[in-house]
């Protein structure tokens, strides 16, 4: 098992226009500007990815990071933040980790006005890094809704390759499946 507890609680800023942001691993002093962020979002993200991973209340937040802090601890995935001063603008994690084959799942979303400026990708890139460099896996896969552009222009960027589609993957509905190796 992947000692996940060990990584480090910031990544290197990401760029962005004039400014740097801040990627925070995701802790509990950010459950009110997650909560906001899940507002902005929720119309876009939870179709995909669950009520869990974008939560609108500052109750559900904490409940979100109090889970995902234990599924740290347990090895399971890591969750970090792209903050702007005191704003989330959306969340990258690894998670479903295989501790045999060194394999797992990649996710992101961002709030809608984050979209556009290349945000996604350069934090996926902080992930992809932590995830080969410092975590030792050998693979990272992407699950994207077939209709999600933004999504698979960002898996593009990233040169993720496309392997195929898997049927009733996530929600009962189809998604993509790209590998990053």
């Known amino acids: 098992m992947i000692d996940l507890t060990v990584l480090p609680s910031r990544l290197p800023p990401v760029q962005s226009d004039s400014q740097q942001l801040q990627v925070q691993r995701l802790a509990l002093k950010h459950a009110d500007m997650l909560s906001v962020a899940g507002q902005q979002s929720a119309a876009h993200v939870r179709p995909w990815l669950g009520n869990t991973l974008c939560p609108v209340t500052p109750a559900a937040s904490k409940q979100c990071i109090t889970g995902m802090e234990s599924q740290r601890e347990q090895g399971y995935g890591i969750t970090y933040l792209l903050i702007d001063d005191d704003q989330c603008l ?64 960002v898996v593009t960027r990233l040169g993720a390759e496309k392997e195929g589609v898997c049927r009733k993957r996530v929600f009962g509905r189809d998604a993509l499946l790209y590998s990053i190796t």
């Open 90 to 153: 959306g969340m990258g994690l690894i998670n479903y980790i295989h501790p045999v084959h060194l394999s797992a799942n990649l996710g992101f979303w961002l709030r809608p006005d984050a979209c556009g400026r290349g945000l996604a990708t350069a934090l996926c890139r902080s992930l992809i890094k932590l995830g080969f460099s410092q975590m030792g896996l050998h693979r990272l896969e992407c699950l994207v809704e077939p209709a999600n552009k933004a999504s698979l222009r």
